[in-house]
């Protein structure tokens, strides 16, 4: 599946170069449920998006099914992230003049001439939402909307979601109802998820648990 290996990372600032990370590797694979857990500025968020391919890094190498991914042109990249991975934001990012059905659809309009409908009601069902597919962002609340952003996240059937504090902006009763829906995702979609947070429950739900911490990635001892 997806192995990042000795990755580093850093950024330039007006100090010099600041490290993010260095030498992380971590692996993957098929019906894998990872949590990244960390403070805020311990570069969650930035793992994320190297994993998925957003932003590239300094060392090391990033395989998907064994094949190096930055050797890839910009427009096999963008079909590597549409196709093989889906993203769920803190930030839902839906677009408020499209209803939650065609939100969902937006990431198979990207290259299919006629998206699966069918197949974007039936993941909105699931999602608890059957009754407010044609209801606009806006009248949607925060807990329905970051539903509607993992339906989006699913609806090109990916080997991976990554998932950067999905229950940032929600209340504790939607925050667990999110968690229980990763896990039945997991369980029973055979779904790989990797779900950065800093919220110790989220932290706890993986079948591999991680803290990232100075730059260190290691496994984490919460139960």
């Not at 694979?29 to 403070?39: C, H, N, V």
């Not at 094949?67 to 079909?79: A, G, I, P, R, Y």
């Not at 407010?132 to 509607?148: D, Q």
């Not at 989006?152 to 999905?166: S, V």
Request: with cysteine; net charge positive; proline share 3%.
């Amino acid at each position: 599946m997806l192995e990042a290996k000795k990755i580093s990372k850093s950024f330039l600032n007006h100090n010099g170069k600041l490290k993010v990370f260095s030498n992380l590797s971590l692996k993957v694979e098929k019906s894998d449920l990872i949590t990244i857990m960390g403070p805020s500025g311990s570069g969650k968020s930035t793992l994320l998006n190297v994993l998925g391919t957003l932003e590239s890094y300094d060392e090391g190498i990033l395989t998907l099914d064994g094949k190096e991914v930055f050797k890839q042109n910009n427009d096999s990249l963008s079909k590597i992230r549409n196709k093989c991975l889906g993203f769920v934001f803190q930030f839902h990012h839906l677009i408020p003049e499209f209803n939650a059905l065609e939100n969902v659809l937006i990431p198979q309009q990207i290259y299919q001439n006629q998206p699966n409908k069918s197949y974007a009601k039936e993941l909105l069902q699931f999602m608890g939402l059957s009754k407010r597919m044609k209801h606009y962002p806006s009248e949607l609340s925060g807990g329905e909307r970051s539903r509607v952003a993992v339906a989006r996240a699913l609806i090109n059937k990916p080997a991976i979601i990554l998932a950067d504090e999905p229950s940032g902006n929600l209340d504790e009763a939607n925050a667990d109802i999110l968690i229980n829906l990763f896990q039945k995702i997991n369980r029973e979609f055979e779904q790989s998820i990797v779900i950065a947070t800093h919220d110790k429950k989220i932290a706890s739900i993986g079948n591999k648990n991680f803290i990232l911490n100075k730059g260190s990635l290691s496994l984490s001892d919460i139960i």
